[in-house]
């Protein structure tokens, strides 16, 4: 293999991630294409785009909720934030609403351990947060 | 020295998500309606983000915390005027008391900023900011003045230790990495900070990132390289924007680029963004992860510095490391390598977060002790917790309990004590934090990230995980400790990677120091912490040493079933009247309701019902045949009392032998009427002895000899001999021991204490000493910060009576002393005085008086058990004169010499943990002469336990279970919404209270009772 083919497989992720930005999630269209362009077989391409935890294979919904599950958050009570946002949105972790409205995920950690415990809607941290909280949090949104 | 009004606002991550943002819009309006000349300046994360959003006025230094849009109107409005507002400063925790500048907060105080330096000071996006403050001077002067060596070989020399976690020597990793053969050469900066808890990179990126890019281009100087990465992870979008800012802004400015400060050195940097993986933040990992690859690490040699990325000789370091690096080309080597210690130089800096009151960013000089950071700085623990462990190194580290906490922090150190430094997380945890569930949680996630690759990570960790989910849900086995120690040797030595070599530290530094937490999951499938859903129903029916199903009880008096509520209670004990009254409530210290507002009252609820029993529990309690056995039982106090109990349910002929001349025990000597009225007392042992129990009392017992014609003894003796002080004068000036003097006023004794007493001690007999000294006619002396219209009543009666002053003197804080809050606070509000931090030294007559010499105390390194040990402060010396002294320090028991039964050094007695039998066959002992002073409901619960036992010992089945009323469908009532705060106890008014032993506490109306059990969570019907 030549070394710049070598070196343009270096493009792999950021490409992978580009196109995740645009659609939101990865198609099986999209994996195709970029293994084509990269001329790196699509076994390839699948087994970085299912290595890596930020990549989605199926659509995600507009609303995506990150919840924190790191160590400080965790020992102020994540676990209790998570019950209570799985029960608000009906939803377990990696799951997505039928109606594309929310997906839950969790995440090692936002880096917000300071305000423990927390989670992430699209961009937007909340901390300091208690089961109370986090119903009201989902109420608002539901009406808004 | 920039003079002018500045107002720095943070948007670091933190407060950005507490509103930041719109604070800038609002104080930006304010300024400009005003038309003053103050620089509204955006800056990068404080570090202190609990107490965001953060709003910092130069050049005075005044911080405010938690600032809100609608304040900026009176921010501006002050600075206008030339003062500041006083309600938005920070306040200490413990004192409340407000602290104006950030120079003088602890947090701050205490740490050595240099890393952090810029950060919070610097608008992050405006490079002439960064210039202002010398920035690129150090970069100016390596490429112009110095060689690549040169630059090598002074970072060697200031021993700067690479930050990331393995500690590898900065310097000569250059150096390697400059020697290697090879025209290609990379820089990479790893800011994958993957270990969850840790957040400093974040910050450094997100409020000075320039600092980063000087140290790259500094370090790339030094190997030779063109080409440099910052690998940010994913998770991080502020801080990839601000890098990408700052680079364009560097590129415009020529530091990055062709021919940097016209040396003829080119540089360029290049953002990769992480992709979510934890494991990334190997360095060969990382590596791949560039390359396009799966994240899987490769066999190291050889290293990157030789081989790295696409096979080129790369330098790989972390963040904080290449920050770190400007300030030792610009002050020297010599500077930097006086900080810190022998091996590590230079600060660390820790993102210390999890139970501790001040979370945030703290750097400190290596060397520096836990105790230091987490108390001085940290500010201690919250709510008055204890602390159980506190955990570095993330997944790779280890958790250290409170008697290591004067360990100082270090690469070495730590690791010699099975933990490690590592990136720098350090997470505080209290007697909330179940220290089994913390190994299960740190595996879960080394599990999840495991790349794969090797099969010693990928299945070893999948099995250690394995074992502890099946302890933390009650279905774990004692050979499971051996397993787990086996699995994590193979782990370690077999894994290809720092994940993999790394992973069971927590499980290991677990297991080597909190291993009883390990046996009580399983072999009596107990979470100390009530925190393991699969052992725990409810957190306050677990935490109750007799296992008193207190949902239960709670939602029948809800209903207003208050009789059928004591069924309930007495299914498990047979004071509730006792406990409702003098119980410390550990159930209430687990209640879930207080993560709300308050913690139930579960204690005057059980109080409520025990009122209004009507005694129906009676028709079925337990009827056995006479088994023809006969017990002795030597005590009536709690254990005694209940143990005679169960075991005259079970059949057997019980006689309880009581020493004094009433039964009880510390029931009735060591707990004053005001708290436990003794009628209410001798109506419960009433129905214990109409359980066929009998009691003799005034009768001391002096051998076992005397009981030998029964088949099995009890002793439950107590623990009533008061500790010597054990300083000069105690015997001469006569001081009253705590106990003798309590015994000596129930029963009915007149004692002569004269106008001031002093008592020495912190527990709660302190208290109740103190609080019985001043109804005897002592003087409430006024503590002044506590003024209120009850408490001058109180002196100005007080003084009526002609009486006298009471003070306690305790050599500890507040924090540290084992009296009950509630007790504490109404000794206060009748007038006793505390002095806290006080020792006394020694005693001597003068006068017709006692001088009573003492001296200051301060806090100093933590002892074993993990509390930090009080030591005299040279000089403090003080007097003061008194009538009597009242030693209250703790108590020992005492055994008569007849027993011939082997004590341990403290004079308790030894059994077996299982059995409670003592060495002599059919002897057995519980409660406090066993395991030192400890309180009612546990003595309660030994007695139950003893009972168990001494029936199976004399060959019945132990079962002393009872079901006094049917198990119904359980329940639930309507859950209310929102905050409701416990309905307060009514207490008598201070100056009834002070002429005599009336009860205190007046107890709930049952409409008071029925609304505060409404307030329940119900958790034991939570699903599963």
Known sequence: MTESRERAWGKLIPLLQGAQAEQGYLSREALRRIARELRVPESRVYGVATFYAQFKLTPVGRQRVMVCRGTACHVRGGARVLATVKKELGLQEGETAADLSYTLETVACIGACALAPCLVVNDQVYGRLTPQKVAELFDKRRTP | ?1024
């Not at chain 2, 990068?44 to 809100?68: D, L, M, N, T």
């Not at chain 2, 527990?763 to 006619?777: F, K, M, Q, S, V």
């Not at chain 2, 329940?971 to 309905?983: D, K, T, Y």
């Open chain 2, 1 to 1024: 020295m920039r003079t002018e009004q500045r107002l720095h606002l943070c948007r670091g991550t933190g407060c950005l998500s507490a509103g930041s943002d719109r604070l800038y819009e609002a104080l930006s309006q304010e300024i400009s309606r005003r038309g003053l000349g103050v620089q509204l300046k955006r800056t990068g994360c404080h570090g202190f983000c609990q107490r965001g959003p953060i709003v910092i006025c130069e050049p005075q230094g005044f911080f405010y915390s938690a600032v809100q849009p609608q304040d900026a109107a009176e921010i501006v409005e002050a600075l206008a005027k030339g003062h500041a507002v006083e309600r938005l400063f920070y306040r200490d925790p413990k004192t409340n008391e407000p602290i104006p500048t950030y120079r003088e907060i602890p947090f701050y105080k205490g740490q050595l900023r240099i890393i952090l330096h810029n950060c919070g000071h610097i608008d992050p996006e405006n490079i002439e900011e960064y210039l202002a403050v010398g920035g690129y001077q150090a970069a100016r002067r390596a490429l112009l003045e110095m060689t690549p060596e040169q630059v090598c070989a002074e970072v060697e020399r200031s021993g700067l230790r690479g930050r990331g976690g393995a500690g590898f020597p900065t310097g000569r990793k250059w150096q390697l990495c400059r020697q290697a053969p090879g025209h290609e050469k990379f820089i990479i900066c790893n800011a994958d900070e993957g270990d969850p808890g840790a957040f400093m990179d974040r910050s450094i990126l997100e409020a000075d990132p320039h600092a980063v890019l000087e140290g790259m281009l500094i370090a790339a100087y030094a190997i030779g390289a063109k080409d440099g990465f910052i690998y940010v992870r994913a998770e991080y979008p502020l801080a990839v924007k601000r890098l990408r800012i700052a680079i364009a802004q560097a590129r415009e400015r020529g530091f990055l680029g062709k021919n940097i400060f016209k040396s003829g050195f080119d540089f360029d940097i290049e953002i990769f963004e992480g992709a979510g993986a934890f494991v990334c933040g190997e360095e060969t990992a990382l590596i791949a992860s560039i390359e396009g690859k799966r994240g899987m690490p490769r066999p190291r040699p050889p290293y990157p510095v030789e081989s790295g990325l696409w096979g080129r000789p790369t330098n790989i370091n972390n963040v904080k490391t290449y920050a770190s690096v400007p300030h030792i080309i610009s002050n020297g080597a010599d500077w930097y390598s006086k900080i810190g210690t022998d091996k590590s130089k230079g600060t660390a800096i820790f993102s210390l977060t999890g139970k501790v009151n001040n979370c945030g960013l703290v750097e400190v000089p290596m060397g520096t002790t836990l105790a230091e950071i987490i108390y001085e700085i940290g500010g201690g623990i919250p709510h008055n917790k204890r602390l159980k462990a506190v955990q570095t190194g993330g997944p790779s580290g280890g958790c250290l309990p409170a008697g290591l906490l004067n360990t100082p922090v270090d690469f070495d150190s730590l690791t010699a004590l099975g933990s490690m430094m590592g990136s720098g997380g350090m997470v505080v945890m209290d007697e909330d934090t179940c220290i089994v569930d913390i190994a299960r949680y740190f595996l879960d996630f080394t599990q999840k990230e495991s790349c794969g690759k090797c099969a010693p990570c990928r299945l070893g960790t999948k099995q250690m995980l394995a074992i502890l989910e099946r302890i933390t849900q009650g279905q774990g086995q004692m050979e499971d400790l051996a397993r787990l120690e086996r699995l994590a040797k193979s782990v370690k030595a077999g894994s290809l990677c720092g994940l993999g070599q790394t992973a069971p530290n927590p499980v290991l530094t677990t297991l080597r120091y909190f291993r009883e937490e390990y046996e009580e999951h399983i072999k009596y499938k107990h979470c100390r912490a009530a925190v393991c859903k699969g052992l725990v129903k409810a957190p306050c029916s677990h935490s109750c040493p007799a296992g008193i199903d207190v949902p239960r009880y709670v939602r029948l008096i809800a209903a207003g079933r208050f009789a059928d509520a004591v069924a309930v209670i007495r299914e498990k004990i047979p004071f509730p009247s006792v406990c409702g009254l003098v119980c410390f409530h550990p159930c209430e210290a687990k209640c879930r309701r207080a993560l709300i507002d308050e913690a139930i009252a579960i204690r005057a609820l059980k109080r409520a019902a025990a009122e209004r029993d009507d005694g129906h529990w009676k028709l079925k309690v337990k009827r056995s045949l006479p088994t023809g056995k006969r017990v002795a039982i030597v005590g009536s106090g709690p254990a005694g009392l209940t143990a005679a109990y169960y075991l005259a349910r079970q059949g057997h002929a019980v006689t309880v032998f009581e020493a004094f001349e009433k039964p009880g025990g510390m029931m009735r000597y060591g707990i004053p009427d005001y708290r436990l009225p003794h009628d209410i007392l001798d109506a419960e042992i009433a129905e214990i002895a109409a359980a066929g129990v009998e009691i003799l009392t005034g009768t001391k017992i002096e051998s076992l000899e005397e009981l030998a014609g029964f088949d099995a003894i009890f002793l439950a003796l107590g623990a009533h001999r008061g500790m010597k002080l054990g300083i000069p004068g105690e015997d001469e000036v006569g001081v009253l021991d705590c106990i003798d003097f309590l015994r000596r006023v129930k029963l009915g004794y007149k004692v002569e204490l004269g106008e001031r007493v002093a008592i020495i001690g912190g527990g709660n007999a302190a208290i109740d000493a103190a609080r019985t000294a001043l109804r005897l006619g002592a003087k409430a002396t006024v503590p002044v910060a506590d003024a209120d219209q009850e408490v001058l009543d109180a002196s100005r009666m007080a003084r009526r009576l002609g009486a006298k002053e009471v003070r306690i003197i305790y050599r500890r804080s507040s924090t540290e002393m084992p009296a009950s809050p509630e007790e504490v606070r109404e000794a206060l509000a009748e007038g006793v005085q505390i002095e806290f931090l006080t020792a006394p030294l020694r005693m001597t007559k003068e006068n017709g008086s006692i001088r009573l010499d003492c001296v200051r105390m301060r806090l100093g390194p933590v002892d074993a058990s993990g509390r930090r040990r009080p030591e005299p402060i040279p000089g403090s010396e003080f007097s003061i004169s008194v009538d009597r002294v009242i030693s209250a320090i703790g108590e020992a028991p005492e055994i008569p010499g007849g027993f011939g039964l082997r004590q341990t050094k403290w004079d308790t007695l030894l059994v077996d943990p299982d059995t409670l039998m003592t060495e002599r066959p059919g002897v057995f002992a519980g409660g406090d002469v066993v395991t030192g002073p400890a309180s009612v409901i546990e003595a309660i619960a030994v007695g139950r336990r003893a009972a168990s036992s001494i029936d199976r010992y004399l060959g019945g089945d132990g079962d002393i279970s009872e079901i006094l009323i049917d198990p119904e469908e359980d329940a639930p009532f309507a859950l209310e919404e929102g905050e409701r705060p416990r309905v307060p106890m009514r207490t008598l008014k201070i100056p009834e209270r002070l002429g005599g032993f009336r009860e205190v506490e007046l107890g709930y109306t049952a409409e008071e009772a029925i609304s505060e059990a409404r307030r329940c969570l119900m958790c034991d019907l939570e699903e599963r």
